[in-house]
């Protein structure tokens, strides 16, 4: 194989795929990124077996792509990386020889690295018929960013690690619960969906997908087959394996009626309990912060023995229902007012031991639940 390439356009495509690199494993060939050239087209893959990316560039007139000779190798992608960020803002010519050997030469620069037989690559998953659903790239990443903080980082429930995606005709709706705290959202379809699906898609792989969406608008496909699915992204493709099992019916913990509402400025809520935070960042505390509902007014507080304490006085935009106490983990709300993008929160409580609901206000496509930290 031999091809030449300006830096920038195969520095992009290498960095594209990484995010893929198996970061530990006892197989070298997934340390590795499968560089493949074709008449018109280089392609860079990444396959841990779990995720797996997929890009290509075809020849322009930027990137000056000129493939000399077709062929295919498996670089170390620490490494490719590095050199091709290390080297000159120019033309690349890569060159494997037959024993693997590859050189990349770069104005006064070479590089020699050894490679791997592309032949031991593992493959991809095939998705041949699929069902599919399209999605704008601003409603994915609305998706993703509303509900992926709210999974498990503990592998004692591994269904709990994942987002669960529900897609019926008319919308489809992510959600992810850790058991103390839940985010949901649902988008509309644009146009009838002809498929119905429901998966759980690891959160670790939407993380990195998010990283992956363009600020510039496109329409992504998504497929699935019974144990993979596959986001196409332009030219980037990007697949990850589905996590087997049942999901927890969430429905059922979703409160449908309230005691108490308040609505709240979002920007300000945020940085009073940002600031409370400050003192109940203390290993005894659990993040713990105090919140007192009364006379259209938010008491927010917290205290440490070993810091001090701290208290602030908000006034909410309206109030209905009861006068309140209740104490929670001030991550978790943070965690969950950063997904809210309106200027006004609508809160939901059902006394101070019940999980409470945070809305953008007037919206009801989305939510956030967060359970309470019992007040000794």
């Known amino acids: 194989m031999k091809f030449s390439v300006q830096q920038d356009a195969l520095l992009n495509i290498v960095q594209i795929a990484s995010?893929?690199?198996a970061s530990r494993t006892t197989k070298n060939v997934l340390l590795g990124i499968l560089l493949e050239a074709t008449e018109n087209t280089l392609t860079a893959t990444a396959y841990d077996t779990e995720l797996g990316i997929q890009t290509h560039i075809q020849t322009t007139d930027d990137n000056h792509l000129?493939?000399?000779?077709?062929?295919s190798i498996?670089?170390?992608?620490?490494?490719?990386?590095?050199?091709?960020?290390?080297?000159?803002?120019?033309?690349?010519?890569?060159?494997?020889?037959?024993?693997?050997?590859?050189?990349?030469?770069?104005?006064?620069?070479d590089f020699h690295l050894h490679g791997i037989d592309a032949a031991e690559f593992p493959k991809l998953p095939v998705f041949h018929n699929a069902q599919s659903i399209q999605l704008s790239s601003s409603d994915l990443r609305n998706l993703i960013r509303w509900t992926h903080f709210a999974t498990s980082t503990s592998e004692v429930r591994p269904i709990l690690t994942g987002i669960h995606l529900q897609s019926s005709e008319t919308q489809i709706t992510f959600t992810a619960t850790d058991g103390l705290r839940l985010?949901?959202?649902?988008?509309?379809?644009e146009a009838p969906q002809a498929n119905v699906w429901d998966a759980i898609l690891p959160a670790k792989s939407l993380i990195e997908l998010l990283k992956l969406i363009s600020d510039e608008e496109q329409t992504i496909s998504i497929q699935f087959t019974s144990s993979h699915s596959l986001f196409s992204?332009?030219?980037?493709?990007?697949?990850?394996?589905?996590?087997?099992?049942?999901y927890?019916?969430?429905?059922?913990?979703?409160?449908?009626?309230?005691?108490?509402?308040?609505?709240?400025?979002?920007?300000?809520?945020?940085?009073?309990?940002?600031?409370?935070?400050?003192?109940?960042?203390?290993?005894?505390?659990?993040?713990?912060?105090?919140m007192e509902v009364k006379d259209s007014e938010l008491v927010i507080s917290s205290s440490s023995p070993e810091i001090g304490n701290v208290s602030e006085s908000l006034q909410v935009l309206s109030q209905s229902g009861e006068?309140?106490?209740i104490a929670f983990n001030a991550k978790y709300v943070l965690d969950a007012l950063k997904a809210l993008n309106q200027d006004e929160v609508s809160i939901h409580f059902?006394?101070?031991?019940?999980?409470?609901?945070?809305?953008?206000?007037?919206q009801e496509d989305g939510l956030q639940l967060i359970s309470p930290v019992l007040m000794r």
């Open 350 to 362: 059902n006394g101070a031991n019940q999980a409470f609901v945070l809305k953008e206000h007037g």
């Open 19 to 21: 995010k893929a690199v």
């Open 74 to 109: 498996v670089l170390p992608a620490r490494y490719l990386l590095e050199v091709v960020k290390k080297l000159p803002a120019q033309s690349v010519t890569c060159q494997v020889h037959d024993n693997y050997t590859t050189d990349i030469h770069s104005g006064q620069v």
């Open 66 to 71: 000129l493939v000399d000779e077709p062929g």
């Open 183 to 189: 985010g949901t959202k649902s988008i509309i379809y």
């Open 233 to 246: 992204l332009g030219g980037t493709l990007f697949y990850t394996r589905l996590i087997d099992g049942a």
């Open 323 to 325: 006068d309140l106490m």
């Open 248 to 290: 927890p019916d969430t429905t059922r913990i979703v409160p449908t009626v309230h005691r108490t509402e308040v609505i709240v400025p979002h920007n300000e809520f945020t940085d009073a309990i940002d600031r409370a935070a400050l003192i109940a960042r203390d290993r005894d505390s659990n993040n713990m912060i105090r």
